[in-house]
């Protein structure tokens, strides 16, 4: 990892971790019967869902997305092989990304079973070959699996046993302890600033829908929001009435997965990068996404086949997302 | 939450062709308990003891992906199928050969032709909208059980055949197969 981009500082009103966000290695260290069930701190206590503020003299980071077997617990067909090459080559980037997201959905898992953690354990063990920090939102697979399912204290489905382990094992060991959660990037030169901000759709309540409508009121350079279903997959809780909070704000680009393919949408600011492991659903191959700050200021995004490196598809955006060459 | 179509093929008679079991021949495990045929292929029996194959197309697994799953018990051979599909359409299929019995199993699960014993359970989740192609789809699934005598004569073993083709939203038709043989003892 290119630790020398990287940099945490304390930044105002923003929660600072106790420690440094961990390495990859770190998060899969941490024992499962060590971590505690979900729950949300209590009312007065103050959301940890703001991170400090990374320095960072490149912005450049990879895009991994929608890993899972086909059926059901099917964890002896879980694609190791696939995510880890696809993490393999993230590492392999030059320069390599200082960190990356992944747009949901690491699981196949029935929440009545137990096959959460050993699902997770093959995921996590392929992400290794990465050593950057990974934010990742949270999927349809991570509540119930149903795209309409909603979970959380609170919530109509809950809090699932898919639930809590995507929470202990892949959101909390980053500092944070909802689902949704916002990264601060910034220039050390002051040249541009730019937030990414995770949405959970399948954990949407009030809190979130309020969180989110501030957070996006920030002003930055850049916004990147990563949520795992797309603007079509209505019945997922959060999609209407976060594109509604969505559409009141400056918008970069917005990153789903949900659909195991890749595609760009440039109309609606979105592209979908959801073929890293899961059923592909088109012709497109498994692979990954990047997305690089020109120094015209530009966002270019190119998506790579896993196996090839060849271009699967590249464009470049302004940062109020308006195409560009 | 998945909704569930189970329909049982009608009464037909179909030619079945006597085959010798062949080295490298794909084992086909017995089922070590009652199988549920609602199509969505649960269980440890589907996930860890059925022989599975992934059907290819040009230079490795097809896109979009499909794969095959196959378990028996002392009466019938029971084909598990998975289709990836990002545009679900009424007109999508699987071809499944098993010897000489040539049947098209279709995500309404519809059997053609029709064959005595032969029943199809269609898993289809509830999201997905079929002819709806302004939205994403995901996947579908098929049990299809076949009758180990709609099999004739195969002295433990039997050709078998898979293939099925697709059109995503980009309009290109791809088609992805898996042909061997299948050893039923």
């Known amino acids: 990892m290119n630790r020398g981009l990287l940099v945490l500082v304390a930044a105002g009103a923003c929660r600072t971790p106790s420690s440094p966000p961990p390495s990859n290695g770190d998060l899969d260290a941490r024992p499962v019967d060590a971590m505690n069930p979900p729950s949300w701190p209590d009312a007065s206590a103050s959301p940890t869902s703001d991170a400090a503020v990374v320095s960072a003299s490149v912005l450049r980071f990879a895009i991994v997305g929608d890993t899972r077997p086909p059926n059901l617990d099917d964890t002896a067909h879980y694609p190791t092989d696939i995510i880890t090459k696809i993490w393999q080559d993230v590492a392999a980037e030059v320069p390599q990304p200082a960190f990356a997201v992944s747009t949901g959905d690491y699981m196949f898992a029935d929440t009545g079973h137990t096959q959460q953690d050993a699902q997770l354990d093959l995921y996590l063990g392929a992400r290794q070959q990465f050593p950057g920090t990974v934010y990742a939102a949270m999927g349809n697979h991570e509540c119930t699996g149903a795209t309409a399912s909603n979970c959380g204290p609170g919530t109509k489905d809950g809090v699932t046993s898919n639930f809590s382990a995507f929470l202990a094992r892949m959101v909390t060991p980053l500092g944070f302890d909802r689902p949704w959660y916002v990264v601060h990037l910034q220039d050390p030169g002051g040249a541009w600033t730019a937030k990414l901000v995770l949405i959970a759709a399948n954990a949407w309540t009030t809190e979130q829908a309020t969180w989110l409508d501030a957070t996006l009121a920030e002003p930055t350079t850049y916004t990147f929001v990563v949520r795992h279903e797309g603007a079509n997959a209505t019945t997922a809780p959060g999609v209407t009435p976060s594109a509604a909070i969505l559409a009141k704000h400056p918008l970069t680009l917005l990153v789903v997965g949900h659909t195991h393919s890749y595609a760009h949408y440039a109309s609606d600011h979105e592209v979908i990068v959801g073929n890293g492991g899961a059923p592909l659903t088109s012709g497109t191959n498994y692979g990954y996404g990047m997305v690089e700050r020109r120094d015209d200021g530009a966002i270019k995004f190119t998506a790579y086949d896993y196996q090839s490196h060849a271009v699967l598809g590249t464009w470049a955006i302004t940062a109020s997302g308006a195409p560009t060459t | ?185």
């Open chain 2, 1 to 185: 939450m998945t909704a569930r179509l189970l329909v049982v093929a009608a009464l037909s008679a179909i030619g079945c062709a006597h085959h010798e079991p062949a080295a490298g021949a794909l084992a086909v495990p017995i089922a070590t308990r009652a199988l549920t045929v609602d199509g969505a292929q649960e269980g440890p029996d589907w996930n860890q003891r059925a022989a599975r194959v992934v059907l290819a197309g040009g230079d490795g697994p097809a896109r979009p992906f499909s794969d095959a799953r196959f378990l028996r018990d002392d009466g019938a051979l029971y084909v598990g199928l998975y289709a990836a599909d990002e545009d679900v359409r009424s007109s999508d299929a699987f071809d499944v050969d098993l010897g000489e019995l040539a049947l098209r199993v279709d995500v309404r699960g519809r059997v053609t032709p029709a064959v005595p014993g032969v029943k199809v359970a269609i898993d289809v989740d509830e999201e997905t909208t079929i002819d709806r192609p302004d939205d994403f789809d995901e996947e579908w699934k098929v049990v299809l059980v076949v009758p180990q005598a709609a099999l004739g004569p195969h002295d433990g073993g039997t050709t078998a055949h898979v293939a099925r083709c697709d059109t995503p939203k980009d309009g290109v038709t791809r088609c992805g197969a898996w042909s061997g043989r299948l050893a039923l003892e």
